[in-house]
């Protein structure tokens, strides 16, 4: 690398355990003074409590958000904010309500806080993915990119170990394509590296007891620095594919992460040694493709994506729609070796390093 650009993101972010009691100043720091709480309906509890700690600063809360941000709903919640005459809105939850609030946010300008709960990374991104009569399209914007974050580690203690677990590959998986970017640069290289073994030592820790403390924030910790990773620098084959699959096939969407990644970081790994090094540093493992398969292994994640729900037949429709649009990837694409991959992720097999 002879030179290299970094832009930093210009969001305020607060983390530690119980950093829900600085929302009123948080907000009072923005002059928010009318907020719609929002979130899915299976966190309106979490959503009710937060309109409770925030009290006259709150003016409702839309509990309808769901995953891939359709359009219809980001509708609806538009009515809300119109009506209550709304300032702000403040996601609390995962990527799924984070997307309705920049969705929101982009739309109004709004001032846009984020909760998260899960480790999606989606908050420090100035990303959006939409979804419209079943085609997901996405934008980037700094108009999407929170104004503030408030990542509080004790929101996470209920997100259900399995969720945890496949939430946090899907943030590995930012870490590791941020390592072979076309645009990647060395800072974004440290927190990479720095996430991935964050993550890697304390997501088992969240297996076998998902009230440790120092393992759930680790592993918030490392998804902030993922969710960077991805805002920051361009993405590759395996998030084009997890794209692909999770629109084709209505698949869950942090799982698919974690089926796929293995087998797309075997399949670059030629292309991209210095990546894989550091992959297979911060893992700990001799080899990173192989790491990340028994990671997921470890933490009994499912295997195949015949086991998440897609078709067999849908292999080669998979291919077909991986191989439209161009995109960047450090090692060439052709259809055969693209077909084979997807097929050994279908099956669940372990990735095959190429010689
Ligand atoms: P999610 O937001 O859909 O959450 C999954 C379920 O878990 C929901 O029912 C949610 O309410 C619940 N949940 C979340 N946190 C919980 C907690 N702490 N305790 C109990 N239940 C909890 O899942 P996700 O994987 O975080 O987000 C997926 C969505 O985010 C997808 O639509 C994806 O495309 C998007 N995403 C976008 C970006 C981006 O940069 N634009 C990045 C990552 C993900």
Not at 78 to 98: H, K, M
Not at 207 to 213: E, G, I
């Amino acid at each position: 690398m002879e030179s290299f650009s970094y832009e930093a993101l210009p969001t305020r972010v607060v983390f530690g355990f119980d950093t829900l009691s600085q929302l009123p100043e948080q907000l009072a720091r923005l002059s928010v003074n009318r907020a719609l709480v929002l979130s899915t309906c299976q966190q309106q509890a979490e959503a009710a409590r937060i309109k409770d700690i925030i009290g006259p600063r709150a003016v409702g809360l839309f509990a309808g958000a769901v995953m891939h941000t359709p359009i219809e709903v980001t509708e609806a919640a538009l009515v809300v904010a119109r009506e209550l005459n709304a300032d702000a809105v403040i996601a609390v939850g995962g990527g799924s309500t984070t997307g309705l609030g920049k969705a929101i946010a982009l739309r109004t300008d709004l001032l846009q806080i984020v909760i998260p709960t899960t480790y999606a990374g989606s908050e420090m991104t100035p990303i959006l993915g939409e979804s419209s009569g079943g085609i997901k399209t996405t934008q980037k914007s700094p108009k999407i990119l929170p104004e503030l974050v408030i990542y509080d580690v004790n929101l996470t203690y209920t997100l259900p170990p399995e969720l945890s677990a496949a939430s946090g590959m899907n943030a590995i998986a930012h870490a590791v394509e941020a390592l072979y970017a076309r645009d990647t640069n060395p800072i974004i290289s440290l927190m990479a590296e720095d996430a991935i073994g964050k993550l890697a030592r304390a997501l088992p820790g969240i297996k076998d007891s998902p009230q440790n403390r120092a393992a759930r924030f680790d592993a918030l910790y490392g998804a902030w620095l993922s969710g960077v990773c991805l805002g920051s620098v361009g993405m590759a084959l395996h998030h084009k594919l997890c794209h692909v699959l999770g629109g084709a096939f209505d698949l869950p969407h942090a799982e698919t992460h974690a089926i796929v990644l293995p087998h797309a970081v075997a399949y670059n790994s030629p292309a991209a040694a210095d990546a894989m090094a550091r992959v297979a540093r911060a893992l700990n493992a001799d080899d990173a493709a192989i790491g990340l398969y028994e990671l997921a292994s470890r933490l009994g994640i499912r295997r195949s994506l015949n086991a998440v729900g897609m078709p067999e037949n849908g292999v080669d429709r998979a291919t077909d729609l991986a191989m439209q649009n161009q995109y960047w990837n450090p090692r060439s694409i052709d259809k055969e070796s693209i077909h084979d991959l997807i097929a050994a992720a279908w099956a669940g097999d372990p990735p095959r390093i190429p010689i």
